[in-house]
């Protein structure tokens, strides 16, 4: 929805908050699929369903850069286009379209998985809700106590995702 809606953007600042929805979706997907996937599969299989999950990144990429060059192709030579009670789109418009169609294969595909029953995997004691839930203003004192930790952690994820992100997308021109 968010790629789609990139499409509708009329600013920067409509474009850029479109985007940051995408990266938010990105970043939900791992922790929620993990936790799906291993109480779908037996505890002897876990490890492999995680590994076929994980190769799918480098090979949806794979794909995503063979396929958007035909889009990318296909949308440039088209010029502008009009479709019926959405109004006209400029090329880059009709890329963010294109793009978004198959996550609506992916969505009615999703609307046949059912939610799994959910298991203890990790061997832990389970904990009372009080307990597995500290209070938000103890979160934020840990925080602010660990700031500096934090604010280095989350820095050097951004830089890693910022030097495979470059190389994912240099990759084709180089």
Known sequence: AMTAASAF??????????RIGVGV????????ATSMIV????RDRVARALGVYAIGLYLG???????????????TDSGPTSI?????????????????LPGVLVVAMMLTVREPQRT??????????????????????????N???LGAHCFGYGAVGTAVTAYLVWAPEM
């Not at 009080?130 to 004192?141: C, H, K, T």
């Open 61 to 75: 990429a794979g794909v995503a850069l063979l396929a958007g060059s035909v889009v990318v192709k296909a949308v």
């Open 25 to 32: 979706g990105e970043a939900t997907l791992t922790p929620a």
């Open 84 to 100: 019926a009670g959405l109004g006209p789109f400029n090329a880059w418009q009709l890329a963010f379209l294109l793009a978004a």
């Open 147 to 149: 700031r500096r930790l």
């Open 39 to 42: 109480d779908y599969f037996a």
């Open 9 to 18: 953007a009329t600013s920067f600042t409509g474009l850029l908050i479109a």
């Open 120 to 145: 203890e995997h990790s061997g832990a004691v389970a904990v009372s809700q009080s307990e597995a839930a500290p209070p938000l203003r103890e979160v934020l004192s840990f925080i602010g106590r």
